[in-house]
């Protein structure tokens, strides 16, 4: 089968930025050594060729060195794969970090989204645009939420073959942004993790105790502070005690869904099909949370722990971290952890010398904010579009590559290691009954200290304002984020948990607060909200794909209307908004109208 686009030719850069992550093509091979490790691939020996999954790396890979995939370069990594370039081209078009399109070497995001909107993030983006005018070797591109929310307006600096940046001063200027999209090598370096953390060093955290006490690139230090205590008592309890002190704790998890972590880590451990995997959900994309980032840049040893841990339980020995493409620190940090663990013997085909083998693959997302759905991250990892599955089967029977997966989220991973280190049941000793532990809330908007917060749950909304210096005049308030809804100021006394939001008539999501105070204006939040998931929907599902459309159009055309004038279109969007609802494959369309429609109810938002 003759696999090409045409007369298209790979550039020696595209060539070799292939080479590099594949090795060297079956031409090379001639008169060499077939079992060299360069040659093969470690799992099965299987060669690059029946490597589907190599497909995103290899995007990232000519993305990252030249800056863009041109025609030439996916048809050489599609020989390479022997992937038809028709879906090739299909996965490359479904990331917005990718390029398909010549552009410049450098590429300034600037997130526009709901907490830079409302710090003014507009403005600062024409500004910055009227400054790397043409001719400055850098473009600049509206971006949705980059994941730096406490930084807010934040924009973020990619510069092909060099070390991604983060363009960085908090919040972010139009001097710093352009001295990183011309001069990266001069650009201030970003602030550090602890910097999003108002509590970090006091004493009783749990999940941050570690954020900006102990060293993030010492493995040394990490154990001086507690690290590898839970794995150790892992391997003592072994996999079924495991599981038990993780279903004692009443750990749900922590990406919204709130579904037991005990029992889905028990279904994957009972399933017969091999081999089982461990999948890390790191791409939280939904607007107003950062708290994985802050977790993986200031604590990256702990999730490695976790995973690991994960991993033991539920009989997998090969872990993925599926790991947000906006998070370049996060990278590095996380490269840096796993080859220290490997090293040192965390990781390997013989952990901490108990038999057990496991090690972990981190894969980057390219910007899609669907991946963050299980079954969508799992296509991606596999090289097809990040488009979510129908269920059944279930992950836990039929997952990543067809086997039984277990996958869960940064936050939810790093609370395993207080359960195992304290007991199950002192763990559940925090919070309430029915909503246990410690949790991590995303504070940003209308406050005088952004950040991440962890309180245990049960604390109240006005408890947790408070600490952050919530403005006066607040207009609304917006639990988690985008797919979540707005609560009216006066709602401060709704306890943090997830029966207690719910009872509220909201969601805790993955633990969004976003204050905005009478100076943003709403009805114009309320169109971004509507433009994100219309951007953002994968058009899998046509209740989905059309139904964000209407819904934006309808936003667009009262934007400036109020009682009467707007009354025909807002009944317009309940039925829309229904129908999405009701019909929707998965998350991302059945949650696209809460927000607005809690606007409309709560706020009075065209009242």
């Known amino acids: ?89 299909g996965v490359a078009t479904f990331y917005a970090m990718f390029s398909v399109k010549p552009r410049p070497a450098t590429v300034l995001h600037v997130c526009t ?48 073959g060099e070390p991604v940046r983060t363009a960085v001063s908090a919040p972010a200027t139009v001097e710093a942004a352009v001295l990183a ?4 090598d001069s ?20 999940l941050l105790r570690r954020v900006g006490v102990a060293d993030p690139e010492s493995l040394d230090d990490y154990r001086a502070h507690g690290g590898y205590t839970a794995l150790r008592r892992a391997f003592a309890l072994g996999p079924a005690g495991v599981i038990r002190e993780v279903t004692d704790s009443g750990l ?23 081999p089982h995997y461990l999948v890390c959900n790191a791409d939280e994309s939904e607007p107003g949370t950062f708290k994985d980032r802050v977790l993986m840049e200031g604590d990256p040893y702990a999730l490695v722990e976790a995973m690991t841990i994960a991993g033991y339980a539920t009989g997998a020995h090969q872990g993925y971290l599926y790991l947000r493409g906006e998070y370049p620190r996060a990278l590095r940090r996380l490269e840096h952890a796993i080859t220290q663990a490997r090293a040192r013997g965390f990781l390997g085909d013989d952990v901490l010398g108990q038999g057990y083998a496991f090690d972990i693959e981190i894969r980057r997302g390219a910007g899609a904010y669907i991946c963050g759905e299980e079954t969508a991250l799992f296509n991606s990892i596999e090289g097809h579009r990040g488009e979510p599955r129908s269920k059944p089967p279930f992950p836990v029977e039929k997952g990543l590559f067809g086997k039984p997966t277990v996958e869960n989220n940064v936050e939810t991973l790093v609370n395993v290691l207080p359960i195992l280190t304290m007991g199950a049941q002192a763990y559940a000793a925090i919070g309430t009954g029915r909503s246990t532990g410690p949790k991590l809330f995303c504070v940003s908007g209308s406050v005088d200290r952004p950040g991440i917060y962890e309180l245990p749950f049960g604390a109240t909304l006005g408890e947790l304002l408070d600490m952050a210096g919530v403005r006066d005049r607040l207009r609304g308030v917006l ?58 929907s ?37 039925e829309v908004g229904r129908a999405m609802r009701d019909a929707s494959i998965c998350g991302l369309g059945q949650t696209a109208w809460n927000a607005v429609e809690s606007a409309i109810d709560r706020l009075g938002a065209y009242e």
């Not at 910055?128 to 591109?141: D, F, K, M, N, Y």
């Not at 934006?552 to 969007?573: F, K, M, N, P, Y």
């Open 1 to 89: 089968m003759d696999l090409h686009f045409g007369d298209s030719k790979p550039t020696d850069d595209e060539r070799a930025a292939v080479d590099a992550l594949l090795g060297p093509p079956e031409s090379s091979w001639e008169g060499a050594d077939r079992s060299d490790a360069d040659l093969r691939w470690a799992r099965g020996g299987r060669e690059a060729r029946e490597r589907r999954d190599l497909l995103l790396p290899g995007l990232h890979a000519i993305n990252d060195r030249v800056g863009w995939i041109s025609e030439g370069a996916l048809d050489h990594l599609c020989r390479r794969l022997t992937v038809p370039p028709a879906e090739a081209y």
């Open 187 to 206: 650009a201030p370096e970003e602030p550090p993790a602890a910097m999003a953390v108002p509590q970090a060093g006091q004493d009783g955290l749990v």
């Open 538 to 574: 994968c058009g899998q599902c046509v209740p989905c794909r059309v139904g964000t459309v209407r819904q934006e159009e309808a936003l667009h055309r009262i934007v400036e209307r109020t009682g009467a004038a707007a009354a025909d279109d807002i009944a317009l969007l309940r």
């Open 479 to 536: 639990l988690g984020g985008a797919a979540g809804g707005f609560v009216r100021p006066d709602e401060r006394d709704i306890p943090l948990t997830f029966e207690g939001t719910r009872e509220a008539g909201t969601t805790l999501g993955s633990g969004v607060v976003m204050a905005f105070d009478d100076t943003v204006p709403l009805p114009r939040l309320l169109l971004r909200i509507a433009e994100f998931f219309r951007d953002e």
């Open 181 to 184: 999209a011309s001069a990266p």
């Open 252 to 274: 749900v998890g922590r990406g919204g869904a709130a579904f037991p972590t005990g029992r889905k880590w028990q279904a994957t451990a009972s399933q017969p099909d091999h």
């Open 113 to 160: 989204d709901l907490a830079c909107a409302a710090a003014g993030a507009s403005g600062l983006c024409a500004r910055i645009e009227a400054r790397l005018g043409p001719g400055s070797g850098a473009s600049v591109e509206r971006s949705p939420c980059l994941g730096l929310c406490e930084r807010a307006p934040a924009a973020l600096a990619i510069k092909a």
